[in-house]
């Protein structure tokens, strides 16, 4: 099935420090959102984005729509130990009809204190 | 307001058991949809619900059914448990085509 690829799988970085991370696709996308994962909880939504060249902020999070429409990108800046997590970058498969979200596998995380 | 609230939380199965995962939403969305986690493969969409008494089938839908019988409830039921279905599930829920709403999983152990 389709899948998007997620870079990079994992991180570690010290705190204080910038994050990038990055997600494409195989096929244009008219949707993209970023999510966290903290252990045990479920995805939180970080950042939706719905125009190719968007660029959006939540804080010291901020989240780009590739202009080529299959690619999008996430920065966090001066990186705080709470930032540890799993990020997933999800699509939804689809320009039209309804959107069955497909997800990356995920860019986990560390912060050193 | 609790969002999308997940029961149980944690359930351990002997193969060949069935149970069946409740899922419910306070927020007045047109669509449900559960996931499975495994490690090293992200989320993938089991089935999905566009409104009450339709369901659709996701990407691994086999050995799992599902209802939506009232728009705030969508539950996913396992006939048959067997050792591959050992995995977090989680529900979500959504306006149409808009940004997903998770809760916060159920895991089961398939023994």
């Known amino acids: 099935g389709q899948q998007l690829n997620q870079s990079p799988q994992s991180m570690f970085i010290q705190e204080g420090e910038d994050v990038s991370m990055n997600c494409t696709s195989s096929?244009?996308?008219?949707?993209w959102l970023w999510y966290k994962q903290d252990p045990g909880e479920g995805p939180v939504l970080l950042i939706a984005?719905?125009?190719?060249?968007e660029l959006t902020s939540n804080g010291r999070l901020t989240a780009q729509f590739g202009i080529t429409r299959k690619d999008s990108f996430l920065n966090i800046s001066a990186s705080i130990p709470s930032d540890v997590g799993i990020y997933f970058c999800?699509?939804?498969?689809?320009?039209?009809?309804?959107?069955?979200?497909?997800f990356g596998t995920g860019t986990r995380l560390k912060v050193l204190a | 307001n609790a969002g999308v609230t997940q029961t149980p939380k944690f359930r351990v199965l002997k193969t060949g058991q069935s149970m069946t995962l409740l899922c419910a939403q306070d927020?007045?969305?047109?669509?449900m949809y559960w996931y499975r986690q495994d490690p090293g493969m992200g989320l993938r969409l089991i089935h999905y619900?566009?409104?009450?008494?339709?369901?659709a089938k996701g990407e691994v839908p086999d050995g799992y059914n599902v209802s939506r019988l009232k728009k705030q409830n969508f539950l996913l039921g396992l006939e048959s448990a067997a050792p591959s279905q050992t995995s977090v599930y989680f529900c979500?829920?959504?306006?149409?085509?808009?940004?997903?709403?998770f809760g916060n999983g159920t895991r089961l152990t398939v023994t």
């Open positions: 984005l719905y125009k190719a060249g």
């Open positions: 619900s566009v409104g009450e008494g339709t369901t």
């Open positions: 999800a699509g939804p498969g689809t320009t039209s009809g309804t959107y069955k979200y497909i």
């Open positions: 979500a829920s959504s306006y149409r085509n808009g940004p997903l709403h």
């Open positions: 927020m007045n969305h047109e669509y």
């Open positions: 096929s244009i996308f008219n949707t």
